[in-house]
T-cell receptor, first 115, second 115 residues
Framework: DAGVIQSPRHEVTEMGQEVTLRCKPI?????LFWYRQTMMRGLELLIY????????DSGMPEDRFSAKMPNASFSTLKIQPSEPRDSAVYFC?????????????FGPGTRLTVL | AQTVTQSQPEMSVQEAETVTLSCTYD???????LFWYKQPPSRQMILVIR??????QNATENRFSVNFQKAAKSFSLKISDSQLGDAAMYFC????????????FGQGTRLTINP
């Protein structure tokens, strides 16, 4: 199994530009999570999907952030327009939530730098 | 809302010695899961150990064990025979057993292993 795949691994962009982060969950997993890691706020959930449907987006900072999951094998997190304070590591994780003792498997993360 | 607190920003231990990382949490739920994740410099999030709240027996995984005190809402991680490869950030995390599948993380503890 390839694990959770994220792309790109690193992204450097200028303020005001649109940024799209991509995630491919582990095959067979029905839940997908987007987390953000910063020095100030630590690891926090942005949004999660269950069976491709957004369940909890209360962690999405503001309207500049949007996430989609058009099918079970792909999700995107988009920031438009990007700002320097969005600089962080963004993790995607997936799990099979039908199993009570499920484990979330994390991707390698995308390090985003907004100049 | 649930919260997780790690009061030790940094810890260090001599190689081959034992170290304990602390974690406390706050919840009104009776059934939940607790996790310790390791994040080495590669930034990959790796599950170290998990504990189901309904189990009184403390979980163990090789050199890693936990001390789960449900009444005190405490969940510490003990690493025995510390190895250089154990150097990393360690995060304590909480997940509800029903409803929200998201992980709530503590602030992390940076563990240094001295040779």
């Amino acid at each position: 199994d390839a694990g959770v795949i994220q792309s790109p691994r690193h992204e450097v962009t200028e303020m005001g530009q649109e940024v799209t982060l991509r995630c491919k969950p582990i095959s067979g997993h029905n839940s997908l999570f987007w987390y953000r890691q910063t020095m100030m706020r630590g690891l926090e959930l942005l949004i999660y999907f269950n069976n491709n449907v957004p369940i909890d987006d209360s962690g999405m900072p503001e309207d500049r952030f949007s996430a989609k999951m058009p099918n079970a094998s792909f999700s995107t997190l988009k920031i438009q327009p990007s700002e320097p304070r969005d600089s962080a590591v963004y993790f995607c994780a997936s799990t099979d939530s039908t199993r009570p003792n499920n484990e979330q498997f994390f991707g390698p993360g995308t390090r985003l730098t907004v100049l | 809302a649930q919260t997780v607190t790690q009061s030790q920003p940094e810890m260090s231990v001599q190689e081959a010695e034992t170290v304990t990382l602390s974690c406390t949490y706050d919840t009104s739920e009776s059934d939940y899961y607790l996790f310790w994740y390791k994040q080495p410099p590669s930034r990959q999030m790796i599950l170290v150990i998990r504990q189901e709240a309904y189990k009184q027996q403390n979980a163990t995984e090789n050199r890693f064990s936990v001390n789960f005190q449900k009444a005190a809402k405490s969940f510490s991680l003990k690493i025995s025979d510390s190895q250089l490869g154990d150097a990393a950030m360690y995060f304590c995390a909480y997940r509800s057993a029903s409803g929200a599948q998201k992980l709530v993380f503590g602030q992390g503890t940076r563990l240094t292993i001295n040779p």
